[in-house]
């Protein structure tokens, strides 16, 4: 699991969070909720390793990865989408999502080169696979489009298509239904109950309530950079507390 333990994080005199606990699990699905400037975007990017905690550690799988960067992290099986899709919008989609596969490939520099049969069959593999993942996340029909064509809410499914290419443990994801669709939402949420049934841990930081409550098991509700309250969603939400601050604005 990932567990987040007493992470303090400050911004020069700015108390961004402050000794935060977090766990999240193998096949489970962890969601944090909070008003704006509640910290957020903080955890997870302390939890993915672009920001470092001022105190307290993060460990993965009971490995300490508080000083390791997010590249290494993600060599440890966490992956992670952005609020704003870091994305070669000139790319296209296939091209987006094969992205996701190539750290997982095999192939030296050299066999790549001269193409001999074993990089042939890998990128006959590598080929399906994308295929696989497009058709699972309803873009086939959008796998030659660059992603300049395409709305920000079908970049988003991308985006996430690329990270699940990763074959992550874990798979972070930051404000992914901003911009959906509720037909794109409903398949948002398919998707993320169908990779925590595959075992992936899903951390997700979401605006938009409704689909939290569709979709964790657990709910981490932020405010000043603290936890509030945490539970099953349907407690978290009836949290006096919590309706005070988030769900009451
Ligand atoms: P949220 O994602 O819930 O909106 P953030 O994690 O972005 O909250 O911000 C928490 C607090 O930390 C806010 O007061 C914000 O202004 C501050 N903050 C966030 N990032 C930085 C930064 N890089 N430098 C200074 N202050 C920051």
Sequence with gaps: MIDVRSATVQFG?????KEVDLAVDRGRVCAVIGPNGSGKTTLFNTISGFVSPTAGSVLVDGRDVT?????????LGLARTFQTPRVDVEATVRETVLCGFLPSTRSGLLAALIRTPRV???ERRLATEVDELLERFGLEGHAGHRLSELPMGLVRIVDVARAMAMRPKYLLLDEPAAGLTTDEQQLLVSEIRRVAGEGVGVLLVEHNFVLVQDVSEHVVVLERGAVLAEGAPG?????????DVYLGV
């Design 13 to 17: 005199g700015v108390t961004a969070l």
């Design 67 to 75: 000083r390791v960067a997010a590249d290494g992290r993600a060599r």
């Design 235 to 243: 407690v978290v939400a009836e949290d006096p507390r919590v309706v």
């Design 120 to 122: 042939q069959r890998e």
